[in-house]
């Protein structure tokens, strides 16, 4: 499966994004019924070839006949739902993307994010931008997306309440946690909020330093300047694996040290924890000031959900503080099999190791499922899947 690498060197919008996406091969018959496919009637889509800097890019840009107000998050989430058509796994990244702008626009004007009035998010354009780009990426089978540092411009820009510095301050409060670069000199305005969320929700991090290229395509700007190609580059490429030793992932580190906080709460923060999209939450005893023996909770998160995850940690828990850092994810490679036990299905996680043997455990669920059914032990059943998983193998 390819991974996508995001080469934000002139910024990043919805649009661009969409005009990279169709430059690499996303079919442009689909992205013109989009807007009908989410019931946005009278909408029409625009696409062009054009030249930046004398690259061959792609236009978007949508014809939205005027509307009667914004949107807040409630009704975008149900404008989605309501299509029906929406992959469940491109309706929650989606969603992702606007509660990320609502949630930076609430603190920003002080206020909820369900009071939030939603004059870019809200808009048509945007709701296409954000659907349409998460869609793209799966529909082109990628796996995993990658984002390198960001040019965000420089200068002020115009918005609904002012002349506000660039990045604007909604936009900055998205890009938290990202690498940026002020620039180039004169350019204005280079992410938009739309942007910003995308990267967000959809990148794991910085790219990989090797990988092979397989296709490239460039999503234009609206702007043309001399001498600067105002557009997205979208590499498609196929990760380097030298020593089978798995993919390296870019990702945060969350902690929070607690000593005032009863056992069964600290359960309860943990699911909560995992609910919310941490990759794995881990507990450790730990001494504390003045002698007192405490708990660290530890959050491992996708950058694009460190943000939610903290608030998360603050929510759920006492601590007054948390800190965070980047580290680096060896994962091995891993895939799944189903395996039969006394005539019922049996998931098993099939790892590979560096030297390139391979082993399989059983899923727990499964086993105990099986087990309840069959009136035989969960240790039973374990066996016989894991015999059948070497079989398999």
Request: with cysteine.
């Amino acid at each position: 499966m390819p991974i996508a690498i995001l080469d934000p060197y002139s910024g990043i919008s919805g649009d661009m994004t969409l005009g990279a996406l169709l430059h690499l091969g996303l079919d442009p018959d689909w992205l013109r019924a989009l807007p009908a496919t989410l019931g946005l009637d009278g909408v029409t889509v625009r696409i062009q070839d054009v030249r930046r800097a004398g690259i061959a890019c792609k236009k978007v840009d949508f014809d939205i006949p005027p509307q009667p107000h914004g949107r807040h998050i409630k009704e975008i989430r149900r404008l989605v739902a309501a299509a029906g058509v929406v992959p469940p796994e491109v309706q929650e990244k989606a969603d992702r993307a606007f509660t990320a702008i609502a949630n930076a626009e609430a603190e920003i004007h002080g206020t909820t994010p369900e009071k939030v009035h939603l004059h870019e998010v809200g808009a048509v354009d945007a709701i296409l931008d954000v659907v349409g780009s998460v869609w793209g990426f799966a529909m082109l089978g990628v796996e995993q997306v990658y984002c390198g540092t960001l040019s965000v411009g420089d200068g002020f820009v115009e918005a609904a309440h002012g002349t506000l510095p660039v990045p604007a301050p909604a936009t900055l409060k998205l890009l938290e946690g990202l690498p940026v670069r002020s620039g180039p000199e004169g350019a204005g305005e280079l992410v938009t909020p739309t942007g910003a969320a995308l990267v967000k929700v959809l990148s794991a991090g910085t790219p990989p330093r090797e990988y092979v290229p397989i296709r490239s395509g460039f999503g234009a700007g609206t702007k043309d300047p001399a001498g600067r190609a105002n557009a997205l580059r979208i590499v498609l490429a196929e990760p380097v694996q030298a020593d089978r030793s798995g993919a390296v992932q870019g990702l945060v580190m969350l902690a929070a040290d607690i000593d005032d906080l009863s056992g069964e709460y600290v359960a309860a923060a943990g699911e909560a924890l995992r609910s919310a999209g941490a990759l794995d939450v881990v507990m450790l005893p730990t001494i504390m000031k003045k002698g007192r023996p405490g708990l660290r909770i530890e959050v491992l998160a996708e950058p694009g959900r460190a943000d939610e995850l903290q608030r998360a940690l603050f929510a759920q828990t006492s601590t007054l503080g948390v800190r965070r850092w980047t580290v680096e994810r060896h994962a091995l490679d891993r895939s799944t099999a189903r395996v039969e036990v006394l005539g019922q299905a049996v998931s098993v996680k099939v790892t590979i190791l560096p030297d390139g043997t391979r082993r399989a455990k059983p899923e727990f669920e499964d086993v105990y499922r099986v087990a309840q059914s069959t009136g035989r032990t969960a240790r039973d059943i374990f066996m016989l899947a894991s015999a059948a998983a070497e079989e398999h193998l």
